[in-house]
């Protein structure tokens, strides 16, 4: 499977961005998909997880801000981002794990939030 981000850019604090990621190969129903970021210096951590159940989970800086969502027809998740703040500069990469344990990574995609 292969990944590939889109969607980011510069935005003024309190915009909204949308991004999207779409996959080579199919996202089964099972397999859970999810949004990290890596700010300059910072280890890569994650936004948020939409787990094959249906179960959510945001990193708490992001709660009622962001949403996560996916299509499986068009093997494609998004990710809906409101009120930015600088603080969420960031490259957001796109992750997906199968169940079989099997996890892909996309290139990135830079957000910049200017204040």
């Known amino acids: 499977v292969q990944l590939q981000a889109s969607g980011g850019g510069l935005v003024q604090t309190g915009g909204s961005l949308r991004l999207s990621c779409i996959a080579s190969?199919?996202?089964?129903?099972?397999?859970?998909v999810a949004w990290y970021r890596q700010a300059p210096g910072t280890q890569r951590g994650i936004v948020a997880l939409?787990?094959?159940?249906?179960?959510?989970v945001y990193a708490d800086s992001v709660k009622c801000r962001f949403t996560i969502s996916r299509d499986n027809a068009k093997n494609t998740v998004h990710l809906q981002m409101n009120s930015l703040e600088p603080n969420d500069t960031a490259v957001y990469y796109c992750n997906v794990l199968q169940s079989s344990g099997r996890t892909y990574w996309g290139p990135g995609t830079l957000v910049t939030v200017s204040s």
């Open positions: 939409l787990a094959s159940g249906g179960i959510t």
């Open positions: 190969g199919s996202i089964g129903a099972s397999d859970s």
